[in-house]
Structure formats: structure tokens, C-alpha cells
């Protein structure tokens, strides 16, 4: 089966319901996929298969329809059944919940017959040993993709238990690997930008989209602002080349971090000081909305990235670097990055870059 399209090749939105009550409300807000679930029951809590029947019927072909397969134990026989009874959805989400790596490869491989019949997402666990090394054997069985989501959802969201470089990992080694990449687990509207610019090619929402807890009905207007959120991250419905321009900043952020040429600035860190500025496009709302700004959180998580990746010898190689890192979002005009080390004198020596998009 092949990955899940993806609305102009952009971050789509799918949003969790527990019915076609619910599901016409997601339709009606503007979700690209409906994932059915009952949050009451867990992490990926089934539906029954007469629940299914009604939100199809409900939905009537408009937007595809996942259905989570429930939180099982890694036992292929179990698995496979519960993904047998909902075939009638054009997506079956399977949770690898903890096991040993045995089990979990043994649940996937028993799924390739299946996987021939329906499209499969499988959703890895970030509190619950997310292994990576099993996105080679979902392509080997016929998965269509796979997610990181979370198990415990009073626990905190997806970016407490993973970084954002670990999260660009998995969404490009998805890519490698032709599977559909998605991200979900209590995801709040500020996340929303970050996770957008690792260009996953789902973000999933269940909490976020209700007034109440969790396993409350979701609100018609919280729907619509996500959606608005998501165009907003993706530059959809914004004139890039005409809209006037806002300067946006952050500075003096300071990291430890390795870096040097010498051989005595090698295995130990250094202070080093950034800021960055950044003539980013106006938004065309005016309102207290996280799709009104650009969020200063991409900014300083790509800081955070350059330093997870180790050892740099100069400075001009992170201010290029993350210069170019910046600019792959459409809204930036232009950047000027200064690093600057702080170890080396009284003082402080380092760089400015000025790069137009």
C-alpha cells in the first residue's frame, strides 16, 4: 500500500473522534483524515466495528477514515484479528506498545498479509521505547507508514519525551523509507510550529480539539483554529512575495556546547552566544492566536539541534548552517545570525551572517 497523500504536499490534520457525531464536526472544521478511537479506553482505545459502520456511512468517502486497532499486548494472533474486523476503514493504526524487539517484529511480520489488504500505520510509543530500527521492517511487511505518538497522556506531550531532532530523525527516516510519517501525543497549539517545520506529513489531535478533558467532545471552533494553524505553519493562503514583513528575534541565547579547531578545545564545551533576527511575513489575522505569529520556539530549537548533533569546529559553520536551517520556512525573508564564543577571552569573538531566503 502507499503512504497517505497529504494535502499539497504539506502537513495534513487528522483529528480524533470516538463517532460520526463527532466525525461531522471534524469534517465540518476541515480535518484531512478521521481517526476514530475511544480515548476513554487507553492510548489507541478501539472502537467497535458497528461504530466504524455508522461514521463511514456518516462520512461518506470525503475524507479518508483510520480506525485504531486498540491497546494490545504484542501477540500477533490478537493483533492481526483486531485488524481483520476493521478492514472497512482505509487506514488500520497498530500500537507497538513495550515488548521485547522480538514481539514487536513478530506482530509486524504477521501483519504483511494484511497489509496487502489494507492500508496499516504503525504508531510508535515516545514514553514507551520508540525503536526506530523497526520503520525497515514495516516497509518490509507493506506498512503504509508509521506514527509517534504517547502512551500516557496525563504525563505531558510528545516534545517532554522527545527533542525535536529526534523527531526530524524519525520523520526523515520515514521519508527514506517511502512510509507516511506522523506525530501526535498531547499536542498543544504551540507545538504546532514546532513540529510543523520538521514537516511530518501528519499532525494528530484529540485533547487540544476538546473544551473539557481529553475524553470530551471535541468543539467545532477549536477544530477550525487548528486547521487555520496548520495552513498558517504551511504558508497556505499567505502572498509570500507582496505580504509586508515583521522583524522577529531572539537573542543572547546562551548554550554550552563543543565546538573548536584546536585540539585542546576537542571533548570539552564551550559557552556559546546566539542571536538570531529575522524579517518573518506579516500575518494577515490580527488576533491573540497562535496562527497570528511566527513562533520563536522554531528559532531556538534549532539552536538546540545544532548542538545535538556535537562536535563543530568553527563558528561560521553554525551560523551558515543554521541560517539555511531558518530559511526553509517560506514565511522568512531574510535572517542575521550572530555566534559568538565566549570562552576564549574577556571578551567575545565569533560571526554574523546576513542570508536573504
Not at 113 to 135: N, W, Y
Not at 166 to 182: K, Q, T
Not at 318 to 336: F, G, N, Y
Given at each position: 500500500m502507499s503512504a497517505l497523500p497529504t494535502p499539497s504536499g504539506t502537513t495534513g490534520f487528522l483529528a480524533s473522534v470516538t463517532g460520526p457525531e463527532e466525525a461531522g464536526i471534524a469534517l465540518e472544521g476541515g480535518a484531512d483524515i478521521i481517526d476514530l478511537k475511544d480515548p476513554a479506553k487507553g492510548a489507541l482505545g478501539a472502537v467497535t466495528p458497528d461504530v466504524l459502520r455508522a461514521t463511514l456511512d456518516l462520512v461518506a468517502g470525503r475524507r479518508p477514515v483510520s480506525a485504531v486497532a486498540g491497546d494490545l499486548p504484542m501477540e500477533p494472533g490478537l493483533v492481526c484479528a483486531a485488524v481483520a474486523e476493521r478492514r472497512a476503514a482505509a487506514h488500520v493504526k497498530i500500537g507497538l506498545f513495550p515488548a521485547s524487539a522480538e514481539a514487536r517484529r513478530a506482530v509486524?511480520?504477521?501483519?504483511?498479509?494484511?497489509?496487502?489488504?489494507?492500508?496499516?500505520?504503525?504508531?510508535?510509543?515516545?514514553?514507551?521505547?520508540?525503536?526506530?530500527?523497526?520503520?525497515?521492517?514495516?516497509?518490509a511487511a507493506g506498512f503504509s507508514g508509521a506514527m509517534i505518538d504517547t502512551?500516557?497522556?496525563?504525563?505531558?506531550?510528545?516534545?517532554?519525551?522527545?527533542?525535536?531532532?529526534?523527531?526530524?530523525?524519525?520523520?526523515?527516516?520515514?521519508?527514506?523509507?517511502?512510509?507516511?510519517?506522523?506525530?501526535?501525543?498531547?499536542?498543544?497549539?504551540p507545538d504546532v510550529p514546532r513540529l510543523a517545520v520538521l514537516r511530518p506529513d501528519y499532525l494528530g489531535f484529540r485533547g487540544a480539539l476538546t473544551t473539557g478533558p481529553r475524553s470530551g467532545p471535541i468543539d467545532l471552533a477549536a477544530v477550525s483554529a487548528m486547521r487555520a494553524l496548520i495552513d498558517t505553519e504551511a504558508g497556505r493562503g499567505i502572498d509570500i512575495k507582496s505580504a509586508p514583513t515583521d522583524r522577529i528575534f531572539v537573542r543572547d541565547m546562551v548554550v554550552e556546547m563543543e565546538i573548536g579547531a584546536y585540539g585542546f578545545e576537542r571533548g570539552r564545551r564551550q559557552s556559546v552566544r546566539f542571536t538570531v533576527e529575522g524579517d518573518v511575513v506579516r500575518a494577515i489575522r490580527r488576533d491573540d492566536a497562535m496562527a497570528s505569529i511566527y513562533s520563536y520556539d522554531i528559532i531556538m530549537d534549532a539552536v538546540r539541534d545544532l548542538v545535538a548533533r556535537g562536535h563543530t569546529d568553527l563558528v561560521e559553520?553554525?551560523?551558515?548552517?543554521?541560517?539555511?536551517?531558518?530559511?526553509?520556512?517560506?514565511?522568512?525573508?531574510?535572517?542575521?545570525?550572530?555566534?559568538?564564543?565566549?570562552?576564549?577571552?574577556?571578551?567575545?569573538v565569533g560571526i554574523e551572517v546576513v542570508r536573504p531566503a
Open positions: 509486524v511480520a504477521a501483519l504483511s498479509d494484511e497489509a496487502a489488504k489494507t492500508s496499516l500505520i504503525a504508531v510508535l510509543f515516545a514514553d514507551g521505547d520508540p525503536d526506530l530500527s523497526l520503520l525497515a521492517d514495516l516497509k502512551m500516557n497522556k496525563g504525563a505531558g506531550g510528545l516534545l517532554k519525551h522527545l527533542p525535536t531532532h529526534e523527531l526530524a530523525r524519525f520523520v526523515e527516516s520515514c521519508r527514506a523509507f517511502g512510509l507516511m510519517s506522523g506525530l501526535a501525543g498531547s499536542l498543544e497549539p559553520t553554525l551560523a551558515e548552517d543554521l541560517a539555511e536551517t531558518l530559511l526553509k520556512d517560506r514565511r522568512l525573508r531574510r535572517v542575521t545570525v550572530r555566534v559568538e564564543k565566549l570562552d576564549l577571552g574577556p571578551g567575545a
